[in-house]
């Protein structure tokens, strides 16, 4: 499903863009809900729905300026910070493997490698 972020106002699209930056790039088959609501002169970010449901009901209330930092910090205490390979059961009996591409690669073995 990917991320939605709920969120409206004049201030949307820079607090989604905090947003975005403290998940970082995550792997569309993962679910984030994201509610953001402005209670004067704060804002609400509520985590509705995360992977695992690790950071569900997840809620910080402060500056703007702030809500990245928070969310970012919470994610990294919950171990979401990078995604990872996770394997679940299909119910029977095989898996179902969903994984992020790695970060670097392997150089080959000397043997094949071009002289």
Do not use: C, N, Y
């Not at 409206?8 to 699209?13: L, R, S």
């Not at 992977?51 to 997840?58: A, F, M, T």
């Not at 402060?62 to 919470?74: F, N």
């Amino acid at each position: 499903m990917g991320v939605r972020i709920l969120v409206d106002g004049p201030e949307a699209a820079s607090l989604e863009a905090a947003v975005r930056a403290a998940l970082g790039v995550r792997p569309a088959w993962e679910t984030w809900i994201i509610a953001l609501v402005k209670q004067r002169p704060r804002w609400h970010l509520t985590v509705l729905v995360s992977p695992e449901d690790r950071l569900g009901e997840w809620s910080f209330v402060g500056p703007a300026g702030m809500l990245g930092l928070a969310l970012k910090d919470a994610v990294r205490e919950v171990g979401l910070e990078t995604p990872e390979r996770r394997i679940r059961s299909d119910g029977q009996g095989g898996t179902d493997e969903r994984s992020t591409p790695p970060r670097a690669f392997a150089l080959p073995p000397k043997s094949l490698a071009r002289e």
